[in-house]
């Protein structure tokens, strides 16, 4: 019997594109026993499926010679045991790419700082990768421009050696590219743009176009040093989430409060939050009631009135009044970690669209050095073409062929998506998942805590025989110290307000049939109606009223007071405030909209005509699980909206299931996306999202094979030379890599 796979996963430091990453998958899988070998570039990890005894050891030293360090993630190497990433993991295949330039001089990876996420590596940036003008690429590159500069101005007035100063000033760049070129190929992986760049130096050099090979060398290494910019941005987008817990926290201990590192606190401990203060860690209000700001993890801009018993979320900023918080989380589960931890192994799993582009990319490179040949060869040796002339577009050619902007362009956009979403509390759990949210064409909801608030609310106090504040003040004494969430309803209506409830006597509670007490001297009964019939007469007028607001959906409890009907409360699990402007968002977009519930017809059919969607009540979970496939063989694509337990089997059956709750649901690690912030609206969002991300794909293709195209017929042409060659693709790599960076900025104006 073999034995199970396990899972490794490192951090990896140098990568700049998908090119890089296709290059350490592939020296990855050549290690004996490796299975799978997965790479994001955004996450900057490696995850790796091996046998139990695979050696691992030597993947770094054969990494190495190519500009990556690697570094294991977690204790022990990182490894567990493997899960099934299904097509997503499996069959990956890129043109092999890598680049110059990447120094790890020093990098010590056993002191990284982990105290913002309690020991646990989300993110957080390897201090070797620094700031961009201290690494080796960028000391690299200013060595190649100065002895460009110096071998242009001393040979202005020494013309003699002039030849010699630019070959000098070439080679500065070529060796550790074609150092990393040699490692490559090496480890199976020969058609790299390290390689073309190799041979079109050393071709330009024959040809005796030494000055324009410095140039075209000096501008290869600027457009890898602002790839490595923009590659770095965009890892930093979500990693920045980290920064906004603080470091350390004012907790009681001993009777003293005390500041200690926030990566310190244990779940149980009570931390005191200033006014002002970013609180410190997920927890529970003790004591204190203020303003939360959550926009820095929600994005909502109006803070939220919060006070005993309400949930605060770490990074999230405090205002004006001092608040004691019980800790629920610790530092390496806290909100903030969960999401980053959460987006970075969604960067690791690729999309349909990236997936094509890689198997595309196999076959890309290898053809452009074919036809790069045959436009040197040909054309001389069949008809009479000048070969310093064709060998010199044929070496254009190697250039224009770079496959960087192409084969960056999808995973760009996804990595800036997936960190877009996780910024808005929209958790998508992969490239696959956040390219299907845009083809969904029916979302089906469920009722209960998803389009309602999970929890009911007094609708209606109405009165008969006493006035409807005093039948809300009588009802209150009844349910005072009940846990029942009727009770609380009631309780909190009276909160909200501002009645004194009197104090209840000899309270009863009568099973199934409701309490009663002596209050102020009155015996009081709270009850269904049907109790509260045997204990006075109800009017047909009282009976009517009672009927209508069960035909609402409503549940009615009858309040009597010595001896006669005083008055009525209704109760209903209300729609969440954003339903309806979530529901119109999905409609406007052609989206079809169900509601799958178990509750009765009657309630579910009112919320849905309060809400203006379609209804299927009183299913079962096997039942939803039949809709959900039965729409699909209609040919629609399904979301399933849920709490991520109870329709279990319709949100794993669903296109896309998506959970609906706070950050610290169970539902996030279930479903295929997550709505963290419990908003109706928020599923539109997700598919707006998605379609823009499609969209931003799209035009970054277009884009990287518009230019090369252009550039091609310019080549043919004789109009381009070999430095606007390589210039053409060194901007199409970074227009691409702009343009998805675009997507951090979805949800800022409008756009959620």
Known sequence: MTAPLVQSRFRVTGMDCASCAAKIEGTTLRIAGVAEAEVSVAAGTLVIRHAPDADLAPLAGRLSPMGYALAPLAAGGGQRKAHDHGESCAGHDHSDHDHAGHDHTGHDHAKHDHAETGGHDHGAVPAAEGRWWSTGKARLTLLSGLALVAASGIGTFVPA??????????????????????????????????????????????????EEAAAVVFLFLVGELLEGVAAGRARASIRALTALVPKTALVERDGATVEVPAASLVVGEVILVRPGDRISADGLIVAGESGIDESPVTGESVPVRKGPDATVFAGTVNGEAALRVRVTATAEDNTIARVVKLVEEAQEKRAPTERLIDRFSRYYTPGVVVVAALVAVIPPLLFGGAWDAWIYKGLAILLIGCPCALVISTPAAIAA?????ARRGLLLKGGAVLETAGKVTTVCFDKTGTLTAGKPQVTDVIAFALPDAEVLRLAAALETGSSHPLAKAILDRAAA???????????QALGGKGVSAQVEGREVFLGSPQAAAARAALSQEQADRIAALNDAGKTVSLLVADGAIAGAIAMRDEPRPDAPEGLAA????????????????RTAEAIGRQLGIEVRAELLPQDKLRIVGELQQEGAVVAKVGDGIND??????????????GGTDVALETADAAALHGRVKDVASMIALSRRTMGNIHQNIAISLGLKAVFLATTLLGTTTMWMAILADTRATVIVTLNALRLLRFGRRNDA
């Open 417 to 421: 998506g997936l960190s877009a979403g």
């Open 161 to 210: 050696v002039q030849s010699w100063l630019f070959l000098a000033a070439m080679l500065v760049g070529p060796v550790p590219i074609a150092r990393r070129a040699i490692a490559a190929a090496a480890n199976g992986m020969p058609f790299t743009i390290e390689m073309l760049m190799t041979i079109a130096a050393a071709g330009a050099v024959v040809i005796g176009a030494a």
């Open 586 to 601: 999905l409609k406007r977009e052609g989206i079809r909209t169900l509601m799958l519930t178990g509750d009765n017809r």
């Open 648 to 661: 279990a089997p319709a949100l794993a059956a669903a296109d896309i299931g998506i959970a609906m709750g």
């Open 497 to 507: 307000d501002a009645i004194a409830i009197p104090v209840a006597e000899a309270a």
